[in-house]
Structures are given as C-alpha cells and as structure tokens.
DNA sequence: ACCTGGGTACTTTTT
DNA sequence: GTACCCAGGT
C-alpha cells in the first residue's frame, strides 16, 4: 500500500488519499493527473474500502480509458476487466444492455455513429416533405444533438417562433423513427441511462449502493447531461450516496463548442459540497521558458479557477518564433528547424507539427514532403468509419435487426442489384402507411422490384441462418463472400484497398472473440471475484442479468465498432514527425513542438471572436498547445496565406503579446505585423525556394483525373522533370496506377536510382498527392 | 451504373 | 483552392 504512494509528490499523495468525501483535483497539464487517478483506486481497494465492483471511473475517450485499465492492472493484482472504467458512452451502453426492457430498446439495438444518424436524418426530411433548404440535415442534426446534450427531449425544447417549432417536430419524428429502427444515437445512450435513472427508484437506488466510489477524468469537458447523470448515480450526499472524485483543468477546457461546460466544476464544487480540492501545479512535462509562457498566456483569461504550474527542470531554451512572409516561406522554414532537431539526434516522432485547423496542414504537408521527411497526419476516417467497412457493418446490423432501417438502405442496392430509386420510394411508402421496418413491407410491393427486394431478404436470411452455426469472423467472412462486397471490390479498379479493409475487418472480429473471451465469459464466480453481490445487475459486459445470457459475439461486436471507431489509419507504425490539429494534440506531449499559423482571424480564429468567451478558449486551447511541449517550442506566422481560394494577409496574433518577451527569441525582424513591408527575410538566416509551377501536360488516359493544380508548390522538386532518362521509365505527366490509390499521374519526380520518389496527383478517390516509393508505381498504357 | 459539371461551404470533434 | 454533394446526362 505504502509502496503505491511512495513515490507521488506531496500534493498528489494528498489528493490519493483523501477520505471518502466528494472532492475536486484540479491537475495542470503534465502534473500526473493520470497516475493520481488510478492510484487512488489502486488505493481505496487495497485498503478495504471499496470493492473493484464499488468502483466506477469514467473518461472521454476510449484511449484514457484504455490507459487507465492498463495502469490499474499492473497496480493490482485483481482483474480489471469487468470493472466498471470506461468511456460515458461505453457505460451507459453497458447499462442499457443490461436494462433494455426498460429503456425500451430491443435487445441487439444498434448504434448510430454521426454518419449513420445523418443518413437516418435525411431520410426522416424526405418523408416529412421538409425542405432541405429551410432545414438542412446537418443543422437538423446539431439541433437534435445539441438539445440532447443538454438533457432535453423534444417536448422540452423551447419552440417559441415557427423554425424551432419545427425543429422540435423533427425531433419528435426522429426519436419515433429510431425506436422503429431499434437502434440509439451516441446522445440517445446517455440520455436514456440518465431518464431510466432518474425515473426508476429500483434501479436507482441499487446502482447508488452499489458504487461507492465516482472518477471522472476530464470533468472540465463533462456537458450538462453528463453532469447530470453523474448526480443521479451519486445520490444526495446526507444519504448514503457515492463521493465522487473528480479530475480536471478549467485551463483545458477546449470543447465548449460541443456542449462541454466547465462552469460544472463550479456547480460540482457548490452542489456537492466539496471540501476538498487539491491543486497539482508541479509540472513534470515542461521546461521553463515553456512553462512560463502557457502561464503567463493563461493569465489573462478572467474566468479561472485559478493554477500556476512550477518545474524544477531549469529554463532550458528559450521559445523560438519566426514571422515568415509566406505560407510556403513559413514551411520551408519549418523544415529547416526540424532537420536541425534531427541532427540533435531527436527522433521524428518526437517532433509535433500543430495547427488551428486541418486546412492549414496542406503546404506544410507539402513542404515535408518535398523534403523527404517521412509524416503522419492524423484526422481523417477511421477504420470503422471506411464506406467499405460501414457496408459490411450495415449487413451484420440486419443480421442482428432486422428492423434496422438505416443499414437496410445502405446494402439493399450495394452491390447493386437492380433495386433502383423508384423500387425503394415504393417500399418507403408502404412501410409509412403500415408502420413497420422496411423489410416488412416487402410483401406489400408487386412486380419486378418486388421480387429483387424479396430475393434481398432472402439472402439476409440465409446469412441470419448461419450466425448460429459459425464464429464470429468465419460470419463476417461469410457475408462479404455471400454479399457481394468482396467481389464488388475485386472488380473494381481502386478496390485493392478497400478488399484489404475488408479482409481487416474479419481480422478486428477475430481479435475482438479472443480479447473479449467469447467462450471463457466471465462467469458467476468472476464477477464474485470483483465484489459484486450476487443479485447484482451486469458486472460483465455482454451479460444480461435477466436471463442470464451472454450477449451475442455479433451484437457485442457491432457495438464496439460503433463506439470505438479505431484508429486514424494504423499506418505503417514508422517513426514519423507528427501533424494535427492543437484539439487532437490534448493529452499528448512530445520533446519539441511547433505551433503554426498564428494569426489574427486563425489562432484566434475568426469564427471564435464573435462568441461569447470565444477568445478565452481560443486562448485555452494556445494554452493546450503551449503545454504539449517538453523541451522545445517554435512559434510561427505567415503574413500572407492561401484560404479558401484567397490570400489573406493577416496580422499576428495578440496572443504574442500575451507571451513573456523574455522567453521568447525572435529569429525574423518583429514587424509591425503586416504593412511593415515583405523585408522579413533580409533579417533572418532562412531561405526558401521560390514557387515552380508544374507543367500542364495531358493525362496519357482519359479517366485519369484533373491535373489541375495541386495547391502547393512543388518547391524542392528543383528541375527534376528536365533531367533524362530514368531507369524507371517514368515520365511527368505519366498515368500510373497503384493499387492503393488507383489511377493517378506523375506531377514530378525527385532523386534517382534506389532512392527516386514520385510525387502523384490522384484521381477522385485518392485526391492526394503522396510520396511514393517509384517501385510501387506501374505505368498505365 | 457511372461520369461530369455546377453549386456550395469551409474551425475545432469524441462517442 | 478544393472537396464534397447532388442532379442530370450517357
């Protein structure tokens, strides 16, 4: 027990071992804030005052959880697994699995991701006859979600002029539609847990006795609903409620604009009578030139609760800042500090490239990749967002529910086979008049169309068939075969990819069997194992406490594809300088970081200045990205940018003036922002290559894309297309074809022999440019 | 079924 | 500038 507190600092063994009293951390960024959180449940169970079963803990993001099973495990010496850790949605799935009659839901429910939603959405407009202009999906979709955030059903909405009254009835349609469909929107999950708990003393009362003790991670991002929920397993404090120890940083708090409400941690702290709260303000991350400019930075935000981070790490380099008089200059100049941090012997993935918004990663992506250095830019789908992995989802969910509306529309015509548009309004219409599914309706149609929906519900039915028979990946294999997806793919040109998603996505089913232990399921003596009482509601996920049935490998897959939608792109795990966005850069750190853009109107950005707080949280999140940094931090501008097809001419960002002067080592001329003339690069060592336009040429085929410009200069090409020939028998202008990317044309060409490498202008589908090995091109004649 | 052209929007995003 | 969506043509 000593041994777990040994070796935390004197704040956290304060905050470790506090009593069983509701309490409030507030855990500046790199101060251990993780570690505080699982030893204090490492803790209160080997101290006998919690059994793990008395014990929930919850994150936002399935990696925190991950990471805090994973730090518990090696900490204890019991089994993590069925322990109540994980994501708000996670858990409340777990809870309405184990309680779906009186959620109303069936069973097997599906999930709706945002994509899944968007399309049942437009679907609900088109057979309400609503006018996408007046309504458009996207804003249908804010609506509903926002107001489920804030824990409001449509009857509660405030419909007080015409367009909100609609909006309310659209919602009201929506929720109808779902409970057809059987399936639950990523709001709807936590929405309906709190609603059940709220309304059913039961299950209220037994869930307060049960967990004795509440975690949250991340409380400054908590929303209203979430907030709520959490008082409703709590319980009041004078009754035998749980005490809840929540973990947060108002300075972080960077999600206001999808509801995250970090005036909770004020009302916590009121409505729960908190007396404790513990401040972790020793830095573990940082040194001290970085670590004064976040402080300094975020002292001029009025609204704080108040925290100075410290290091005993000594000042270390000052922070570096460069005012280029391009967008392209800006890069270039990145890509010459970055070489220089390679020599110093970092490692790629040590280097963090950060931005306001993804549309800035372009030249910068650009700028690497001439200069050969390998990157990684995260964003983008996800694997188990992919059209190909979602079709093949879409016919496991009808496996599992027939009902399922949204999943039938998307494979009933894929691969097509000659259901066309009118077929489907026909079969829509009927389902409309009798209420029932789609799949329902079938029967009520006559002619040609009939038959092919008939002959579609048969095959669904033959697949249904062998869900029973064979394991879990031998199924999903089995209704790519029988589908037709696969053949689908291998017909197609750019299908290579896609296949190989596919053939993924058998191999995530067959990992998902053998992780969760479908099979060995965690049996009556398991959960007993865990503490929870015997009479207990689900201890495990894939239980039913009703039956005492194990939930189907497929259903229990199906959810976790659609909470859990992977990663960005596994990519080849090769060591690469990072890029993203300074959003997805929370909770990540890395030895040097560049902060880039900062401009007026982009960091902040335009669109926050008008919002009420808005700059407080732009100046957050610089706050965010100041503290991913260890050892190093570089600060860039452009004064002339590319956007939106315009160039802009921004000023700095005022955040500058809000930086310590003395931490801060100007390498360009500080000019007066824009105006002060394009003279910054007479001041400065740095060079760059002015831009060289690619030569039009015409595609050698028909079908191989626009090559209209790329949207960056090819500015490390340096005259490549005029050398002679090349053993490789590539030419500029040259069609190619790689399987990955389908058909794409050479737009330049860079080094020879071994080490040659091919920049490409994919067609439609690709849409990228990409460093290329010359070896994985073939020439299309 | 597939392609092309026009129109449009466009900050951040996890579940 | 460009990516994505949808309508209309082949």
């Known amino acids: 027990m000593s041994a777990l507190i040994q070796q935390l600092n004197p704040e956290q063994r304060a905050a470790v071992t ?13 101060s251990g804030k993780t570690r505080v959180l699982t030893t204090r449940i490492a803790w209160l169970i080997s101290t006998g005052q919690v059994t793990p079963a008395g014990i929930l803990a919850v994150t936002f993001t399935n990696k925190a959880a991950k990471e805090m099973m994973a730090r518990l495990s090696a900490q204890l010496p019991i089994p993590v697994r069925g322990m109540w850790i994980g994501t708000f949605h996670g858990l409340c799935n777990r809870f309405l699995r184990a309680h779906w009659r009186e959620a109303g839901l ?27 202009e007046r309504h458009p999906p996207k804003q249908v979709q804010w609506f509903i979600n926002g107001a489920k955030d804030q824990g409001l059903r449509p009857g509660d909405v405030e419909a007080r002029d015409p367009q909100s009254r609609q909006l309310a009835e659209i919602y009201l349609a929506y929720e109808a539609q779902c409970t057809r469909d059987g399936v ?39 929303n209203r609903l979430q907030y709520q929920w959490l008082k409703q397993l709590a319980g009041p404090e004078d009754a035998q409620g749980a005490c809840v120890f929540a973990v947060g940083d108002d300075d972080q708090s960077i999600y206001a604009f999808r509801g995250a409400h970090a005036g909770n941690m ?36 009025a609204r704080r609760l108040g925290k100075n981070l410290r290091t005993e790490a000594g ?20 890509i010459e500090e970055i070489r220089q941090l390679l020599r110093e012997g970092l490692v790629h993935s040590e280097i963090a490239v950060l931005y306001r918004a993804n549309a800035l990663s372009r030249v910068i992506e650009g700028a690497l990749f001439n200069a050969g250095l390998p990157y990684r830019v995260y964003g983008g789908l996800r694997f188990f967002e992919r059209a190909e992995v979602k079709h093949a989802l879409a016919y496991l969910r009808l496996l599992d529910n027939p009902q ?59 697949m249904r068939f062998q869900t029973a028979a064979i394991s879990l990946p031998e199924l999903v294999r089995h209704v790519l075969e029988a589908s037709g997806l696969n053949a689908h793919y291998r017909e197609e040109r750019e299908g290579q990819e896609r296949l190989e998603n596919l053939e993924e996505l058998v191999n995530a089913a067959a990992a998902f069997v053998t992780q969760e232990g479908f099979g060995l399921q965690a049996t009556a003596q398991q959960r007993q194992a865990l503490g929870a009482a015997p009479d207990s509601f689900a201890a495990t996920d894939g239980i039913d406490p009703a039956t005492g049935e194990t939930l189907s490998p497929l259903t229990a897959f199906l959810t976790h594809a659609a909470l859990e939608a992977g990663d960005n792109q596994a990519q080849n795990g090769q060591d690469a300088i990072q890029m993203m966005t300074v959003h997805a850069a929370k909770g990540l ?23 009420t707080d808005g700059v407080e949280e732009e100046r957050r999140l610089m706050y965010v990205a100041i503290t991913r940094a260890r050892k190093r931090l570089y600060l860039s501008l452009a004064q002339t940018r590319m956007l939106h097809g315009q160039t802009r001419y921004n000023l700095r960002s005022r955040f500058f003036d809000e930086l310590p002067a003395e931490s801060l080592k100007w390498l ?25 336009s690619v030569p039009s040429f015409t595609p050698a085929t028909s079908n191989a894309g626009s090559p209209s410009s790329t949207g960056f200069s090819p500015a490390g090409v340096r005259g490549a297309s005029s050398s002679g020939a090349r053993p490789h028998g590539l030419r500029i202008g040259q069609a190619v074809f790689h399987n990955k990317f389908g058909e794409g044309v050479v737009l330049s060409l860079e080094g020879n022999g071994e080490d040659t490498r091919a920049q490409v202008k994919f067609n439609r589908h690709g849409a990228k440019w990409l460093a290329l090995n010359i070896a994985k091109l073939t020439p299309v004649n």
């Open 589 to 611: 750190e890395f030895d040097a970081v560049f902060i880039t853009g900062l401009e007026e109107g982009l960091f902040p950005h335009e669109n926050a200045l008008s919002e």
């Open 18 to 30: 506090l009593p069983a009293e509701n309490a409030l951390i507030l855990a500046g960024a790199g």
């Open 266 to 301: 004020d009302d916590y702290q009121r409505e729960f009578r908190v007396r404790h709260l513990i401040k972790l303000e020793r830095n573990y991350r940082s040194h001290g030139h970085i670590l004064d400019s976040a402080n300094t930075l975020i002292a001029n935000n």
């Open 404 to 462: 399922d509306d949204t999943a039938f529309l998307r494979v009933v015509n894929f691969p097509a086979r000659g259901i066309g548009a009118r077929t489907l309004e026909q079969l829509q219409d009927a389902a409309r008049l009798r209420a029932t599914p789609l799949s329902e309706a079938v029967d009520a149609l006559g002619g040609r169309g009939a038959a092919s929906l008939q002959a579609f519900l048969d095959l669904v039915a033959q």
């Open 106 to 132: 069936p069973q097997t429910f599906q999930i709706l991701d945002i994509q899944d939603q968007l399309a049942s959405i437009k679907r609900l407009l088109k057979a309400l006859n609503v006018d996408d």
């Open 315 to 334: 000042a270390g380099e000052p922070v570096r800042v460069f005012e280029a008089p391009s967008d392209y200059a800006e890069a270039q100049w990145l």
């Open 668 to 692: 360009s001329a500080k000019l007066p922002g824009f105006g002060g003339g394009f003279g910054a690069d007479q001041h400065s060592s740095w060079s760059y290559t002015p831009k060289v």
């Open 184 to 222: 639950a929107d990523f709001a709807e999950l936590l929405l309906r847990s709190y609603e059940i708990l709220r309304d059913n003393a039961a299950i209220r009362s037994h869930y307060r006795q049960r967990f004795r003790h509440i975690l949250v991670d991340e409380f400054q991002d908590t």
